[in-house]
T-cell receptor
Framework: ETGVTQSPTHLIKTRGQQVTLRCSSQSGHNTVSWYQQALGQGPQFIFQ???????GRGNFPPRFSGLQFPNYSSELNVNALELDDSALYLC??????????????FGNGTRLTVT | GESVGLHLPTLSVQEGDNSIINCAYS??????FIWYKQESGKGPQFIIDIRSNMDKRQGQRVTVLLNKTVKHLSLQIAATQPGDSAVYFCAESTGGYQKVTFGTGTKLQVIP
C-alpha cells in the first residue's frame, strides 16, 4: 500500500510569485485535504476535495485554490505569495464513503519558504 | 531538520515511565477525536482515535480517554520509549466533510 506522497519536499519562492504543490493520495482514498502548518503550531485546515470539487474550506483567502484529478491526486495553488505563506503544507487523504470516522493519513509535506 | 516543537508545552518523562498528554477541546459538537504524533521533518502520524459515544479506547501501549462533560481528551503512553519523542496533537472533527481541527500540540521528551 502506497502512502500519501507530496512534491516537491522543499521550495523557495519570492513574494508575489505563484506556486503549485502536488499530492498523490493513498491507494484506495478518494478525499484529499490540505493543511498549512506554521512553525511551532498545529496544522490549519485549508480545504478539502472530494469528487474533484472543493468540499469545505477553512479561513484562507481565494488566492489559495486547488484541484483534484480523476485519479484522486491533487494540487494546491497559491497566487501572489506573501511572506506569511512560509510554512509546511501538508496533504492528507482519507477514504470517504466508508463513514466519517476515518482518520486522515498525511504526507510529509512541502516546506515553502517565501523571501 | 527544524523542530515542529518550538514554543510548545513540553513534557519530559524518564524512559520506561508512563506518559499522559492532555488536551482540552472547544467544540461541544465534535464527535470524533484523534491523536497524532509528529516527528521533526515529517507529517502527522495517526496514533489512535475515539468516537464521542465512547469514553476509553486502548491500542498498543496507548490509551485515549474522553471526558465530554469537561471537553477533555488525554493520551496515555505506557512504558515510554525514546522513539516516542515527538510532538503530539489532539484533533477534533464534527460530522460531515471531515474538517479536522488540531490543538496546539505537546512536545514529549523521553529521557534515556
Amino acid at each position: 500500500e502506497t502512502g500519501v506522497t507530496q512534491s516537491p519536499t522543499h521550495l523557495i519562492k519570492t513574494r508575489g510569485q505563484q506556486v503549485t504543490l502536488r499530492c498523490s493520495s493513498q491507494s484506495g482514498h478518494n478525499t484529499v485535504s490540505w493543511y498549512q502548518q506554521a512553525l511551532g503550531q498545529g496544522p490549519q485546515f485549508i480545504f478539502q476535495y472530494y469528487r474533484e470539487e472543493e468540499n469545505g474550506r477553512g479561513n484562507f483567502p481565494p488566492r489559495f485554490s486547488g484541484l483534484q484529478f480523476p485519479n484522486y491526486s491533487s494540487e494546491l495553488n497559491v497566487n501572489a505569495l506573501e511572506l506569511d505563506d512560509s510554512a509546511l503544507y501538508l496533504c492528507a487523504s482519507s477514504p470517504r464513503g466508508q463513514g466519517i470516522d476515518s482518520p486522515l493519513h498525511f504526507g510529509n509535506g512541502t516546506r515553502l519558504t517565501v523571501t | 531538520g527544524e523542530s515542529v516543537g518550538l514554543h510548545l508545552p513540553t513534557l519530559s518523562v524518564q524512559e520506561g515511565d508512563n506518559s499522559i498528554i492532555n488536551c482540552a477541546y472547544s467544540n461541544s459538537a465534535s464527535d470524533y477525536f484523534i491523536w497524532y504524533k509528529q516527528e521533526s521533518g515529517k507529517g502527522p502520524q495517526f496514533i489512535i482515535d475515539i468516537r464521542s459515544n465512547m469514553d476509553k479506547r486502548q491500542g498498543q501501549r496507548v490509551t485515549v480517554l474522553l471526558n465530554k462533560t469537561v471537553k477533555h481528551l488525554s493520551l496515555q503512553i505506557a512504558a515510554t520509549q525514546p522513539g516516542d519523542s515527538a510532538v503530539y496533537f489532539c484533533a477534533e472533527s464534527t460530522g460531515g466533510y471531515q474538517k479536522v481541527t488540531f490543538g496546539t500540540g505537546t512536545k514529549l521528551q523521553v529521557i534515556p
